[in-house]
């Protein structure tokens, strides 16, 4: 074999740093653990407040050591392999978006006293009521304003065309009403964009019905403070032109003096001092240049020598201690707190010229000393006005990139506009600085050295890499439109509780053990050599999954059991071709490489089609989609290079003595197993036609009549925090409420092991009192059914073998509307891939169009089994997990297919003047064996799954189930017959034409 050393050269690399990469995830799920362990009282409860205490006291501290090399749990955490929401839980957050900002953002922010007085006493009183903003400051504004219209203050000339003086109030208010629910709108899906790009996989997210609060559930984040700052940053971005100490300083010296003079009097200066050693949560960060002290800050030392003989550097007033003589001004960290007082005070700010506005930094530098220091930078006001000369909405594109010392930074594209302002700004500002300002912290304040033309612009600064790629996100997805704030915060468990997991897990483990044995008495030595790829297809996805830190979720072990069945059918393929070339003659070697070669084309076919599916499903689709496309072009990948390259080399090694050697491919029995067939599948098309025809119309029309059961995923429903007084196990209460009453139902920890969060679809169309009151009812019976607990109202008494209510919300769905979009798009657009390769691949358009009917045939099959089997009363959720089911399907199918076709191509460019109905029919039973053998090994794993997984699982093996078998069907009996029917005109043509009717 040529390239062996290459090969195994590879292999070693990616198996060394995929042990590697997979070892972080060990030592993390040992310090997790730890922390449950910790967290867990006498009871058995879990309290995951307390279990996130005790992970974060360990957050920045080694907990690995690899060759000498110290890991802080945080770098084990972004290293390790990452599970998805459904699988590990993560972090719940309820932010609400305010529409106080929004209503003063209408009037235009005017500084009428009534006004304003009627916004607090609205922001107050929403603290408590379940009315509306919008409400409650219409009935302040009628107490502080009696008879008095709204338009005086909302007829602005930016509302001019929708508000008039002569607008009535209810008119002005409708139009509050929209902005804010527009508001709320966008804020929801700026905030899911930037989830989508903060790398967690498969969020949560949720708008609370008649609020403006959004939920969110985010899967194993762990860094707490940095969720905080990606939901609630505004990201209100502006450019501004900064001040010279020269022009400014003289007012800077006149509030120290003053200040000095105050503190001299009062004789308070050491209370001051002890208060500057705080630290200032307001402050922020900066990168600022570190200068000298200069000779103000001595002769300010000796001035206050007079007020304290002890001279330490809290005498000195912190607004002069490092103020830099020609540049700026930059103070130690510690003293943020007393300058932001002194700043603050009406009496300081009065020296100030009206035309400034000091903004500091948003994250410190060391100075030579080490002391951590903060520059405060002088922002210039045009005219007093807080309108930045360049705002943040002209950016049109924003990503992480290197600045020229290759650290990182953020660089944006302006649009036309923006191109044309900065280019003013940059040419009048030449030899001065520009602030780039976000959320009123200066990032950075870059020398302008020209005019910058083209509106390319950098944010450079002290960032980390996740700093860099968190504010790109941020400025790429774009400003809230108004401010959100975290009104409630919590661990939650996963949507599939541990014991489900446990019954998954064993079951596919189970499943594929089978597998093993059965490849290895199929097959003999072959299988064995299978079933090394096999493991190393596993082993890699899981490595590579670890390295790119892609979360792994119940979509992408969809993934995997796809890539399972394509890393043995290429297998099984190879084995199948050489067991033929032995059977007329062929020696072993010989046999060998033919073997290899003649099935290197269909496995490359099959690869290719499926792996197209998956980028284009990553390019286009969001949600599952997406997580099911990385880890299918991962698994694809890894399962080529193994069942291609790695069993070449294996296979290479034990045949060394060449056509002597005892490597064998099939056990005795198996020999001749599924050879010479000659069964006629084409006459029985129309059969067939007919039979999956009349399937999917009966199970279409019971869905149509009684509706198919979505999950709550897709409609959205009412949520119930339930207290109990032990833990109780989350999938067991699932599937007996889902038999207590209609509609779906999740259920997951929430806070600890004893509470949980029951959500239910049921009645979910219906929005009364009644309504509400009927399923909170029904929630209470069906837990005190399925537990045996009795209700208490009080959740402070809650005893033994009781629970309680604490909390109640409806939610809408978490898979919105565009996401269905942007699935049915991406659907859309890899059946147009497929279509093209097949073309370009068979050079007919007939195999084409074969192959896309026979998909279509299959997701419409699995989704008639669900409806069919719900009308015998086994009723399956659909649900994210089934959508990845439908994918897994099809791309099984469509390898299934394929395999067919290019037996066919091959024996169409061999057959002479062969019939064409009898080149297909000879394809379809060369290639039955492994077509059957495929179907066989990967269904011992779906139908292990099936039965023995568990009732949470069921649904989602069942669709693997049906969509397998249904697969092979097709690739039979609607694919290839298809193409034999788009054929018509050529098989008219061929001599003999009544024999070929008749073998039709």
Not at 602 to 629: H, M, R, S
Not at 705 to 733: C, H, M, Q, W
Not at 902 to 914: A, F, K, V, Y
Request: aromatic fraction near 8%.
């Amino acid at each position: 074999m040529q390239n062996k050393g290459v090969i195994v050269f590879l292999t070693v690399i990616i198996t060394a740093l995929c042990l590697y990469y997979l070892s972080f995830t060990l030592v993390s799920n040992g310090v997790q653990q730890k922390a449950t362990e910790y967290a867990t009282d006498a009871s058995g409860n879990v309290d995951f407040a307390k279990r996130r205490a005790y992970l974060d006291s360990v957050w920045r501290q080694p907990v690995y050591n690899f060759l000498g090399a110290d890991f802080t749990y945080q770098e084990v955490k972004e290293t390790e392999l990452g599970l998805g929401l459904d699988l590990q839980g993560g972090m719940h957050v309820t932010l609400e978006v305010s529409p106080v900002e929004i209503v003063k953002g209408i009037a235009g922010n005017p500084k009428d006293e009534a006004f304003n007085k009627s916004v607090d006493e609205a922001r107050e009183e929403a603290k408590t009521s379940n009315a509306k903003f919008v409400d409650l400051f219409y009935a302040s504004w009628q107490r502080n304003n009696p008879g008095k219209s709204l338009s005086s203050i909302f007829a602005t000339a930016a509302n001019r065309g929708r508000i008039s003086l002569e607008s009535s109030d209810s008119d002005i208010l409708a139009i509050i009403d929209t902005e804010v629910e527009n508001a709320i709108d966008r804020s929801f899906n700026i905030l899911r964009t930037r989830i989508d790009r903060f790398g967690t996989s498969q969020p949560n997210i949720q708008r609370i019905a008649g609020s403006g609060r959004i939920q969110i559930e985010l899967p194993g984040a762990d860094n707490q403070e940095r969720v905080r700052n990606l939901l609630q940053g505004v990201a209100k971005l502006q450019f501004w032109e900064v001040l010279e100490l020269n022009e400014y300083g003289g007012a800077i010296e006149t509030i120290n003096t003053t200040w000095v003079a105050d503190q001299k009097a009062s004789k308070s200066t050491s209370t001051v001092a002890a208060d500057s050693t705080a630290s200032d949560s307001t402050a922020g960060d900066s990168t600022a240049v570190v200068s000298p002290e200069d000779s103000l800050r001595n002769a300010l030392e000796k001035q206050l020598e007079q007020i304290d003989p002890t001279n330490s550097t809290g005498t000195v007033s912190p607004l002069i201690t490092l103020m830099k003589a020609n540049y700026g001004l930059v103070y130690d960290v510690r003293d943020t707190v007393i300058i932001n007082r002194i700043l603050k005070n009406e009496r300081y700010k009065s020296f100030l010229p009206r035309d400034l506005k000091l903004l500091w930094g948003v994250k410190p530098t060391t100075a030579e000393d080490g002391t951590e220091v903060l520059e405060l930078y002088a922002i210039k006001l045009n005219k007093g006005s807080d309108q930045a000369p360049l705002e943040g909405d002209v950016v049109t594109d924003a990503r992480q990139t290197l600045d020229q010392t290759s650290r990182p930074a953020v660089s944006m594209q302006m649009n036309a506009e923006g191109a044309r302002k900065w280019r003013k700004l940059t040419s009048e500002n030449v030899g001065r600085r520009i602030a780039v300002v976000l959320d009123d912290y200066v990032y950075t304040a870059p020398m302008v050295n020209g005019e910058i033309p083209n509106g390319q612009s950098e944010i450079s600064g002290n960032f980390t890499l996740l700093e860099a790629q968190d504010l790109a996100n941020i400025l790429k997805s774009g400003s809230l439109p108004a401010p959100t704030q975290i009104v409630e915060e919590s661990i939650i468990g996963p949507t599939l509780g541990k014991e489900a997991q446990s019954q998954g897990i064993i079951s596919m483990i189970a499943g594929l053990v089978l597998v093993v044995l059965f490849m290895a008495a199929y097959y003999s030595k072959g299988g064995l050599v299978a079933i090394a790829a096999l493991v190393f297809n596993i082993f890699f996805i899981l490595g590579i999954l670890a390295q790119l830190g892609t979360a792994l979720t119940l979509p992408g072990i969809a993934g995997i059991v796809l890539t399972i069945g394509m890393s043995i059918d290429a297998n099984v393929l190879i084995f199948e071709r050489i067991k033929e070339e032995l059977r007329n003659g062929v020696g072993l070697m010989a046999s060998i490489q033919a073997g290899y070669s003649k099935a290197f084309s269909a496995i490359l076919d099959g690869n290719v089609t499926t792996f197209l599916t998956g980028a284009i499903l990553y390019a286009l689709g969001q949600g599952p989609v997406k997580g099911f496309a990385i880890v299918l072009m991962i698994g694809i990948a890894c399962s080529f290079f193994s069942s291609v390259f790695i069993t070449r080399v294996i296979v290479s090694w034990m045949t060394k003595k060449g056509d002597k050697s005892t490597i064998n491919f099939s056990a005795p029995f198996a020999k001749n197993a599924l050879t010479s067939l000659n069964i006629d599948f084409l006459s029985k098309r129309k059969l067939a036609y007919t039979v999956s025809s009349t399937i999917i119309v009966i199970g279409l029309a019971i869905a149509a009549i009684n509706g198919l059961k979505f999950g709550v995923d897709f409609t959205g429903g009412r949520s119930y925090v339930v207290a109990f007084n032990e833990p109780v196990v989350p999938s067991d209460l699932k599937v007996g409420l889902d038999g207590e009453f209609d509609g779906s139902v999740e259920v997951k920890t929430y806070g600890a092991s004893n509470t949980l969060k029951v959500t239910t679809s049921y009645l979910i169309n219906e929005d009364d009192d009644a309504s509400n009151k009927e399923v909170e009812s029904k929630v209470k019976e069906g837990i005190a059914n399925v537990t045996g607990f009795t209700y208490v109202e009080n959740a402070e008494q809650i005893g033994d073998k009781q629970f309680s209510i604490t909390g109640s919300s409806k939610v809408g769905a978490t898979v919105a509307d565009d996401i269905k979009a942007s699935s049915a798009e991406a659907m859309i657009a890899a059946l147009i891939a497929i279509f093209l390769y097949i073309l370009l691949r068979f050079r007919k358009w007939q195999f084409s169009l074969g192959s896309i009917i026979a998909l279509v045939h299959d997701a419409l099959f699995v989704i008639a089994a669900f409806a069919i089997a719900s009308a015998f009363g086994a009723t399956f959720e659909i649900d994210q997990v089934f959508v990845a089911a439908i994918l897994t399907v099809i791309g099984y199918s469509i390898n299934d297919t394929v395999i067919v076709f290019d037996r066919i191509r091959e024996n169409l460019e061999n057959r002479g003047t062969g019939k064409l109905t009898k080149v297909f029919n000879d394809s379809i039973n060369q290639t039955l064996g492994r077509t059957l053998i495929t179907s066989f090994t990967t269904l011992i794993v779906v139908i292990v799954l099936l039965f023995f997984g568990g009732e949470v699982l069921r649904g989602f093996s069942f669709a693997l189930f049906v969509g397998i078998t249904v697969g092979t069907f097709s690739s039979i009996y609607i694919a290839t017959p298809v193409v034999v029917d788009l054929m018509k005109k050529e098989l008219e043509n061929e001599p003999a034409q009544k024999e070929v009717k008749k073998g039709a």
